[in-house]
């Protein structure tokens, strides 16, 4: 597999908490609400919320990740978030470019 199989949680109401801005984290849900509103974040809030989704505390899949990615960014490309997604969870390659 090109992928790091990781037995993920399938957890939809932690998903949709997340999605929404409803975790309880007060950092977390202020990214999630102004990617909601806005259509954009800055590339760290967006490290921030991808770890915390995936390997962080939800342990939820990065492709529920990048699909909520895709619905609400306004500068959105396929083949960047999902790269992106598989990076910053853990799943995807990475080739060390500073050895």
Known sequence: PLCKQI???DNEDLVEAWKHGK???PMIDAIMNQLRTEGWIHHLARHRVACFLTRGDLWQSWEKGAHVFDEYLIDADWSLNNSNW???SCSAFFPSIFS
């Open 23 to 25: 975790t309880g984290f």
């Open 86 to 88: 598989m990076w910053l």
């Open 7 to 9: 037995p993920w949680d």
